[in-house]
């Protein structure tokens, strides 16, 4: 059997320490991006552990570069702020409550039902999963890396066909009734896999299962229709936690949630709070906090309010622009701040592939070539932002690529002249783009504002605008654009599959642009079933080389997301490429039981 739990930590060689790929490490172009780092050499000698290491503004030589236990400073030296900064030279301090201020509202408990923010968040803080996502300070910002959970390890058939989980003998479940902090065994993991196999929203993850069962109390096994190289993923994610059998035999699953992660559910009021306690008995680790409350606060002047006067040590979403993040430092120098790299773009200029004048790809080819996307950068983003491809980049290349240095194709350049000469050629002169959008933050009307012009410049007449959500969500989600839009993004996804099969495959529900290439068909279908790494990377870089050269999905740039923390916080990181789904908005299950307070 392929060995595949107990991952190691690793740094990557671009932190002077040798790449490790054994256990459950699962590589998402860990080593992809030397030339970002400004970490320097040898990654176990760091300089001072002040404050202003934390938001990368200190000289070089004060500096804390970290190491493997405490994490390492991570940079672009041309970016204002590190994608990660190591945690101080403390000893943890236990004791005090961790209060978020979060969008979502209370929603219905049971994770089969929906994957919203209101339901999956906060059985992700009671609950656990039977395998996890490394995420955290001392995580690669590049990388997935799957690890010990529910499950201390677990292993691969050679033929792909059959997974075998040894469970954790020591696990309990809250002691709560109605489990009363009985042992967890295998059958209790099987039942919740089984249940979000045959039930709810979440079955598509399991379509290549024939059988989960529990062979003894210590022992899961899942047997495959057909092998597949993603199946692990999923397990990791907020999506997929392990709930008991008695809260769905006594109907209770809805409304509560009792399970073996670090904190218990105390309250859960609509519209105003959701508090936890520390679980005692918890298996990982001792729980440093005493609790975890996130205090529901939709309106964004009210969350950032809440952060400045120390209400809450983290918020949702409090600033966005660079100007922004430099106001909220210029009165809180203390706060920890970060960048999220971006090594994948949210937004495509997005045409209805179906329609005969989007079909030509020299028409598609000069509705990219025909975008500024450095005036862009400029203008949307207030110059902190990448124009990149809609799939991620470390997937398939080694260093990031640029519009420059042709590691984007040929037609994400600047280029008005050949933007003409090419919609002529195609008989396009006169091409009519009706487009609507929605937008889901300021930048998607200011990218609106500077786009059109660039488009109506080489000879397209833009007309329509901005429309409800309801009505774009509709049309968008359900894979009806009636014609253009500057928002369709694409879906989000713990896996490769997810880019190189759900997204561009002709016949699935996430290929939201209508895509339709035999090609790329036939190369999405093979990569799910290429267990080798290097042979699944070749095919990986066909299709991000063709979809790029035949440009059905022209990518618009991103501006940086930032996170920004009270300076008290600490063992928590949210800075990581969302591959691996590291959301604040939904993954505190993962990095609470971490979680302390340095007051």
């Known amino acids: 059997m392929d060995q595949l739990g107990m991952g190691d930590v690793l740094a990557g060689s671009r932190f002077g320490r040798r790449a490790a790929l054994r256990g459950g490490t699962l590589a998402l172009g860990g080593l992809a991006a030397a030339a970002l780092i400004g970490c320097g050499g040898d990654d176990d000698n760091g300089g001072d552990s ?14 804390d570069k970290g190491d493997a236990q405490r994490g390492f400073y991570v940079k672009d030296d041309a970016l204002p702020y590190p994608y990660n900064f190591p945690e101080p030279k403390k000893d943890p301090k236990p004791g005090g409550t961790l209060r978020v201020a979060a969008t979502w509202d209370v929603g219905p408990m049971d994770p089969t039902l929906s994957a919203a923010g209101g339901t999956v968040t906060v059985p992700n803080v009671v609950y656990n999963r039977l395998i996890g996502i490394k995420r955290g300070p001392t995580t690669d910002p590049f990388k997935t890396e799957l690890q010990p959970e529910l499950a201390q390890s677990w292993e691969r058939s050679p033929d792909g066909l059959t997974y075998t989980f040894k469970i954790r003998p020591d696990i309990k479940w809250q002691n709560l009734p109605p489990l009363n902090g009985r042992g967890f065994v295998a059958a209790d993991a099987a039942f919740a896999l089984n249940r979000y196999m045959t039930e709810g929203v979440h079955r598509a993850y399991y379509v290549n299962v024939d059988t989960i069962q529990a062979v003894d109390a210590t022992t899961l096994k899942v047997q495959m229709k057909r092998p597949v190289a993603d199946f692990l993923n999923p397990l990791g994610s907020d999506k997929q936690t392990i709930f008991p059998k008695e809260l769905v035999d006594n109907g209770d699953i809805q409304k509560k949630v009792i399970g073996t992660g670090p904190m218990i559910l105390q309250e859960a009021t609509a519209g105003q709070k959701v508090t936890f306690t520390k679980n005692p008995d918890y298996f990982q680790r001792k729980v440093l906090l005493d609790g975890f409350e996130f205090r529901i606060m939709p309106d964004l002047a009210a969350r950032l309010a809440a952060f400045r006067t120390g209400q809450v040590e983290y918020a949702y979403s409090p600033v966005a622009a660079p100007s922004e993040v430099d106001n909220l430092k210029k009165s809180m120098p203390d706060i920890q701040i970060n960048m999220i790299p971006l090594t994948y773009v949210t937004f495509t200029l997005a045409l209805n592939l179906t329609d005969p004048k989007y079909q030509d790809e020299r028409v598609r080819r000069a509705i990219s070539m025909a975008l500024n ?29 640029t519009i420059e240095s042709g590691g984007l194709g040929k037609w994400m350049k600047y280029a008005p002249d050949e933007s003409k000469a090419l919609l002529s050629a195609a008989g396009a002169d006169k091409l009519q783009m009706k487009q609507s959008y929605y937008a889901y933050s300021g930048a998607n009307d200011k ?28 049309q968008w989600v359900g894979s009806k654009l009636a014609d253009a839009t500057m928002s369709g993004w694409g879906t989000s996804g713990f896996d490769a599959d997810n880019w190189f099969y759900g997204q561009v495959f002709s016949k699935s529900p996430g290929n939201r642009w209508r895509m339709s290439d035999s090609q790329i068909d036939t190369w999405a279908e093979q990569q799910q079933t290429t267990l080798d790494p290097a042979a699944r990377r070749e095919i990986w870089k066909k299709i991000w080389d063709r979809d790029l050269d035949m440009m059905y999905r022209p990518p618009l740039p991103n501006g940086f997301t930032y996170e920004v923390m009270a300076a008290s916080l600490r063992g928590v990181r949210w800075g990581q490429s969302s591959p691996n789904g590291n959301s604040s908005y939904y993954n505190w299950g993962s990095q609470v039981e971490n979680a302390w307070l340095d007051k």
């Open 447 to 474: 990218t609106v504002e500077v786009a059109v012009p660039m488009l109506q410049a080489v000879g397209i007449n833009v007309s329509g605008g901005k429309v409800d959500y309801t009505e774009f969500n509709s």
């Open 50 to 63: 002040g404050g202003a290491a934390a938001t990368g503004t200190s000289a070089a030589s004060t500096i």
């Open 373 to 401: 996307r450095q005036q862009l950068v400029q203008l949307v983003a207030e110059g902190l932002g990448k124009a990149v491809n809609i799939i991620p980049w470390t997937y398939v290349l080694d260093k990031e690529p």
